[in-house]
């Protein structure tokens, strides 16, 4: 296997990916990690490196300001056109980026390829549930407008995904909307409904945002726009959360001796809602594998990336859902 890492993509870059890309290189010596970057700035860092481990020279940086489309095209040397390139030349099995999310999905579109039957891919991060099973959210953000068989394609793609790399049997699909009766919601999921049920998958029905977190689905469909919405809600609840407990365990010397008996079970319930510890996001829908990570990756989160590419490339992620697009 052989997986592209854009090394100079991520708010912490190049530092988090040389990281990243060092320790996935020691740990799995049957992957070829490609760091795609300038080779000035990264050998000095990757001295010892394993063999495993190289560069693929790239002089120049796609930023977060950049207006995606024009960046992919106008910047043809940039690390994460150069690595989707290395995706559709068959020089690489999957791409890994930190950086620009629209840049990357113009990348997956432009350069790498819609996969045949597809006509939007879709982002699809794990969103964390209290029984630990994580929850496949899609489309969360890659296209903000949708049509019914956009949602389909979708909850077909995001069973699979969940089949093949989760290792769930049957996986259950459910629809974001505002209520679990069939006929709730807007013109798009009313349409989509039933679309829904004919798919071979195990469509459960709506799902309301309240039940997302108690593990209602495996895999959550919705319009990019509800989706993004919905993500970043969460987040900004989550980080409040933490923000409000920390305040109120450092008022008096009676609550610092509570945190200090509840700061393990804290801890571990931050790991368990932290977006590091999933890696990345697949764009699922392209015609080679992507993976996008979170603008604030370290090595940490790089490396679990790597790990979630492996594990999609030994399953055959993209053939089988190629497959099952194509009816074939």
């Known amino acids: 296997m052989r997986i592209a890492i854009d090394a100079m993509g991520g708010d912490h870059a190049p530092k988090s990916t040389v990281e990243g890309a060092l320790a996935a290189a020691k740990e799995w010596g049957d992957t070829e990690i490609i760091l795609v970057g300038d080779e000035q700035v990264l050998a000095p860092m990757l001295q010892g490196a394993p063999a495993n481990l190289r560069i693929q020279h790239a002089s120049e940086v796609i930023d977060a300001e950049d207006e995606p489309v024009k960046a992919v095209r106008r910047k043809k040397d940039a690390s ?19 950086g620009n999310t629209g840049a990357l999905m113009t990348t997956g579109l432009l350069v790498v390829g819609r996969m045949e039957g597809i006509e939007r891919p879709a982002l699809a991060p794990m ?19 949708a049509k019914p068989e956009h949602l389909a394609q979708y909850a077909l793609m995001g069973s699979i995904y969940r089949e093949k790399v989760h290792g769930i049997a049957k996986p259950r699909v459910g629809l974001l909307n505002v209520g679990t009766e069939a006929m709730k919601g807007n013109e798009l999921t009313k349409a989509a409904y039933p679309l829904l049920e004919a798919l071979p998958i195990h469509f459960v029905g709506n799902v309301e ?30 980080g409040t959360m933490f923000s409000i407990l920390k305040k109120e365990f450092s008022k008096s010397l009676k609550n610092k001796l509570a945190a200090a008996v509840l700061m393990p079970s804290l801890r571990g319930l931050k790991k368990t809602l932290d977006y590091k510890e999933h890696g990345g996001a697949p764009l699922l829908g392209l015609s080679g594998l ?23 490339l030994q399953s055959q992620l993209t053939e089988s859902i190629a497959r099952e697009i194509s009816g074939k």
């Open 80 to 98: 994460m056109v150069v690595a989707g390139r290395l995706v559709r030349e068959g020089e690489a099995e999957a791409m890994i980026s930190a």
């Open 127 to 145: 969103i964390p549930t209290v029984d630990e099973r994580g929850v496949l959210a899609l489309d969360l953000g890659a296209n903000m407008d």
């Open 209 to 238: 945002a309240r039940d997302i977190l108690t593990g209602a689905c495996d895999v959550l469909v919705c319009d990019g726009f509800a989706g993004n919405i919905l993500l970043k809600s969460l987040e900004g609840t989550a």
């Open 290 to 312: 992507v993976v996008k990570g979170h603008g604030s990756s370290d090595g940490g989160a790089i490396k679990n990336a790597v790990r979630q590419a492996r594990t999609a």
